[in-house]
């Protein structure tokens, strides 16, 4: 058994409201710990999850912060809607921290158990501060109220052996396995800066662990530097009502309406129960969404071979424990168990996959040129158990391979790998690399951004086009839309507080299928309205999906479809009925407005965060090779003469490319000025004062920020 | 598997089977209660009651739904979360619940109804299935 370092005891708090009131602090260097109180303002100010997280963050840090400095802290919240049971995706965590990518906050989150149970044993949030000396492994016991910190060196790194053996280690018995979560990452955390961090959830039926992950902008990578092997926290009890609601009754009324929606509707919508995520597959093909070879196309003709279908029919069980958080009845976490590994060091053993999830089947699959199910597992298990941010890999080895294609980066360049789009051996073996820090796999994980500066000053690669290809804004990869022709979308991307992710705005369908908002205003409004909802989801511990992939059967005939008002007024009704509060749908959006200014000021204060660093690369926005015009002649020359009155005829292709681009960037810059002004902020793109002080944001410490910016 | 049959044709729409039942497991005469429901359709009655069909067990998120050795549909308290998710997915519209109440309830077969029954209309039957 490993040596405990220390125990702390303390007295769980019961719940109220939606929240302990109370958020636990432990820094790993020391092995201090501090409970602290969380005031009524924290509550006003930032409601919890991601604000509680942003919050603590800013106060742990300084502007000369860096991601590796022992003041960095990683920040865990659920929300005070988390761990209710009654409504669909309630069992989120929200993570936050200063990223390794971005040097600015990232806020990442993920389904399992550990949120949820980390809240019913009395913690609102978790800080973690520091920096060990020795690998520690933290474990919370909710029940019995002990902290302990354990030493963690004689535990193996990867997540799928790692998370059972700890599972095993604190659960009481078979029975109590459900009761225990961990967090923890993976070999490849190490050797870059996208290390995720996998939540697990014990499934009673498959009698394994499974994993959701915290992916985005380098969190497991933070907790290896500060030696964390892992968390584990243990609850036992888990019932509708710990967080003793305002109001049972309307909770219990709007779960049910909402899982009958689920019943009755899902197989006619979006089959998530089914197939999950991965569902859009064949339809992003179809509407040239799904991205393909590094984003230069947006779909191919061999996309039917890792269709949805082949995954469930092929290697998908059904029927099973797909929930990441009980009372989830959308159930999108699918798995294929048994899997055989062809490759590695688990080569030969049968594994349960998580997944695969959209991100997954379009990053590991299409981007890189890979139409085959089986690769597509295999990469997915691998970027899981070594903690690798599955995003920012699959989009920065689709730029790598791009430029091995463009003839910017050699075979040799790359330690010898065979880096062509397609090539699944050699995208497993750059993974092995990664996860024993061998090779390129050294500087692989480093991510796209310095990956270029490596290409062009050491390998003399044309910095022009890798700064149009090169799939990243703020320093964080692309997620997997090919999104050219969504103006919305690429505002959606590069505006963001955190770099290009799929959290924040997720437009694409609304924009380029449903033609929801067709003209230029309506793309600014949703560019201030959906990140703002959005946001909102992880201030309260939310999973979005149940928001809109599944709507109410008269969803088309309210007045803003893609609002979804029905299931909006569920998110009101709630949170009301939890915290007691009488918030309507502008209150909702105005909470998220407070959150979401205080980490636009945030970013300002980590000297970032300004109109230069919100333009996206090139590729986002339209054609950048000749192959890719080509590709959609027909529509990019139409284009010339609708939009710009142009006669393509006239003109050689490099021309009609160069014009093009002009209008395009020229749209975006006006998308931006209009975005900038909805969002109350200056062209240059800082929250003014006055704005600070209509969402009840005017605090000293943010006018002191934004003061010299204005 | 054990079920509980009704006899539409002889049941009067007494209600005693409701007051059976909510009184053996909550002891009240509530009918919100009972998972046994009669409803008076144009003076037929209808007895809204499990089937035993078994669709919830697997879509429970918390395992807590099983088959017991008569193939009764069971829900285990002990694991139930409350999320009422068999609630909104069962398709009979037989799964109840109450909001005094940490779980759902659901009808198991145990009979007492069948004994409160004056016209003899209910039954336990046991199919093959």
Not at chain 1, 336 to 357: I, W
Not at chain 1, 693 to 698: A, F, L, P, Q, V
Not at chain 2, 52 to 79: F, H, P, S
């Amino acid at each position: 058994m490993a040596e405990i370092l220390k125990e702390y005891n303390y007295t769980p708090a019961k719940l109220h409201r939606g929240y302990a009131n109370k958020s636990l602090y432990i820094n790993v260097g020391d092995l201090s710990i501090i409970e602290k109180e969380v005031t009524q303002w924290m509550k006003d100010k930032f409601v919890g999850g991601k604000g509680f997280d942003l919050w603590y963050l800013w106060n742990a840090v300084t502007p000369e912060t860096k991601w590796d400095s022992p003041e960095n802290e990683i920040v865990m919240s659920a929300g005070p809607l988390g761990a209710l049971t009654q409504y669909s995706g309630t069992g989120k965590t929200l993570v936050a921290s200063i990223s390794p990518m971005t040097g600015i906050p990232i806020d990442s989150n993920a389904g399992g158990y550990f949120g949820p149970l980390l809240k019913l044993s009395g913690w609102d949030a978790l800080e973690l501060q520091g920096k060990a000396d020795k690998d520690v492994v933290i474990f919370i016991d909710g029940n019995k109220g002990i902290i302990r910190f354990e030493e963690g060196e004689e535990y193996p790194e990867d997540t799928h052996l790692l998370a059972e053996i700890l599972t095993e280690r604190f659960a009481e018995n078979e029975d109590d396995k459900v009761n225990v979560a961990v967090v923890c990452t993976g070999s490849a955390a190490k050797t870059g800066y996208m290390g995720m961090l996998n939540f697990s959830f014990y499934d009673p039926r498959r009698k394994t662990c499974r994993y959701k992950q915290a992916a985005r902008g380098g969190l497991g990578t933070i907790l290896r530097d500060k030696k964390i092997k892992a968390l584990v926290v243990r609850f036992k009890g888990v019932t509708g009502n710990l967080n003793d609601v305002a109001d049972l009754a309307t909770i219990n009324r709007i779960g049910i309406k909402y899982h009958k929606q689920m019943h009755d509707l899902d197989e006619k919508q979006n089959r998530m129960r089914t197939i999950g995520t991965a569902n859009t597959v064949m339809v992003m093909n179809k509407y040239d969404l799904l991205p393909t070879r590094n984003f230069q196309t947006g779909g191919d003709p061999e996309t039917y071979r890792i269709a949805p279908e082949v995954f469930v029919n092929q290697f998908l069980t059904q029927g099973l424990h797909d929930g990441c958080w009980y009372g989830c009845t959308m159930s999108c976490a699918k798995c294929a168990d048994n899997f055989l590994l062809t490759s590695g060091p688990y080569a030969g053993t049968r594994v349960t996959v998580d997944g695969p999830e959209y991100e997954c089947v379009a990053g590991l699959g299409s981007n890189l040129g890979i139409f085959d199910p089986q690769a597509i597992l295999e990469e997915n298990f691998y970027c899981d158990t070594y903690g690798i941010d599955l995003i920012s890999f699959a989009t920065a080895m689709a730029f790598v391979m791009e430029c091995v294609q463009r003839g910017q980066v050699t075979r040799e360049q790359l330690g010898g790998l065979d880096l062509r789009f397609g090539n699944k051996d050699a995208v497993l073996e750059l993974m092995h690399l990664m996860s024993r820090g061998e090779g390129f796999g050294k500087i692989a994980g480093l991510g796209i951004r310095r990956l270029k500066k490596i290409f062009v000053e050491e390998f003399g690669a044309d910095e022009q086009l890798l700064n149009d290809i090169g799939m990243e804004n703020k320093g964080l990869e692309y997620s997997e839309y090919c999104h050219k022709e969504s103006l919305a979308q690429q505002g959606g991307f590069a505006m963001t507080n955190k770099g290009p992710q799929h959290d924040e705005a997720w437009l694409i369908f609304m924009d380029m299928v449903n033609n929801q908002i067709p003209t230029f205003e309506d793309k600014a409004y949703a560019l201030f309205y959906y990140p703002m909802f959005r946001t909102w989801f992880g201030l309260c511990g939310l999973c979005k999906l149940p928001w809109n992939d599944i709507v109410p059967a008269d969803n088309y005939k309210t007045d803003v479809p893609a609002k979804v008002p029905e299931h909006v007024q569920n998110y009101v009704d709630i949170f009301n009925a939890v915290t007691g509060m009488s918030i309507d749908k502008d209150e909702l959006i105005r909470q998220s407005e407070r959150v979401y200014n205080f980490q636009r000021v945030f970013n300002l204060r980590m000297g970032h965060g300004k109109r230069d660093e919100d333009y996206p690369p090139y590729r986002s926005c339209g054609p950048v090779s000749e192959e890719e015009y080509l590709s959609r002649q027909e529509l990019y020359d139409k284009q010339l003469v609708e939009k710009q009155g142009l006669d393509p005829e006239k003109m050689t292709l490099t021309e009609k490319i160069a014009a093009t681009r002009a209008y395009r960037m020229d749209q975006y810059e006006q998308l931006m000025d209009a975005v900038y002004k909805r969002r109350g902020w200056t062209m240059n793109g800082v929250p003014t004062p006055e704005h600070l002080k209509e969402i009840g944001m005017d605090l000293p410490m943010l006018l002191e920020v934004v003061e010299p910016h204005l | 598997m054990k079920f509980l049959a009704h006899k539409q044709e002889i049941c009067d729409g007494c209600r005693k089977c409701e007051e059976a039942c909510s009184q053996l497991y909550f002891k009240t005469t509530d009918r919100n209660y009972s998972a046994i429901r009669i409803n008076n359709n144009f003076n037929t009655y209808h007895a809204k009651k499990c089937t035993q069909c078994g669709e919830c067990i697997n879509m429970c998120t918390a395992n807590a739904i099983y088959r017991d050795r008569n193939g009764v549909v069971r829900i285990d308290k002990k694991l139930c979360v409350g999320c009422m998710g068999c609630v909104g997915f069962c398709t009979e519209l037989v799964m109840f619940y109450n909001d005094d109440q940490p779980t759902p309830f659901k009808c198991v077969a145990c009979g007492a109804c069948v004994k409160a029954c004056p016209k003899h209309a209910l039954e336990i039957l046991v199919s093959q299935a």
